[in-house]
């Protein structure tokens, strides 16, 4: 009798494989470097896309007339002393948007500001909504 697994012929079967002890190990390691690559990768994902330097919200919206909106957005900064844009629409009751406005929200010491605008539309205005805010502000809406 001999101890431990039969041996082959290597001619006729190959070298055999590792032993099951050492076959562990190297499954545990490679488990490890996969999740300690998936962890960098995460965090470089998050570091780069980490949310936005500004967002708009409604805050409030009323109907003026058949072709008017009155729209109040909160706008969040991270840096307040940056002037952004945003852009507001009004929409109809089916969805469509029949009026648009860019607006510029100067700098302010608050991160978070109210800004009211008024929004012309071609038919009879539903909703008003913000489309987005931006800090990349056009040239034409900066004040000369």
């Known amino acids: 009798m001999t101890d431990g697994p039969p041996q082959l012929p290597q001619s006729r079967y190959g070298r055999q494989g590792m032993p099951p ?70 929409r109809s009751h089916d969805g469509d948007e029949t ?6 929200v100067p700098p302010s010491q608050a991160a978070t500001v109210q800004v009211t605008t008024l929004v012309k539309s071609y038919k009879r205005p539903f909703v008003g909504d913000v489309y987005g805010c931006g800090t990349d502000v056009p040239g034409y809406l900066v004040a000369a």
């Open 21 to 90: 002890a050492t076959r562990r190990r190297v499954a545990f390691a490679l488990g490890v470097l996969v999740l300690a690559a998936g962890v960098v990768l995460a965090l470089i994902a998050y570091q780069r896309f980490e949310g936005n330097d500004v967002e708009g919200a409604i805050a409030t919206y009323q109907v003026v007339d058949n072709q008017t909106v009155s729209v109040t957005i909160s706008v969040t900064r991270k840096n307040p002393s940056q002037p952004v844009h945003c852009i507001v629409r009004a």
């Open 99 to 104: 009026g648009r406005r860019e607006i510029l």
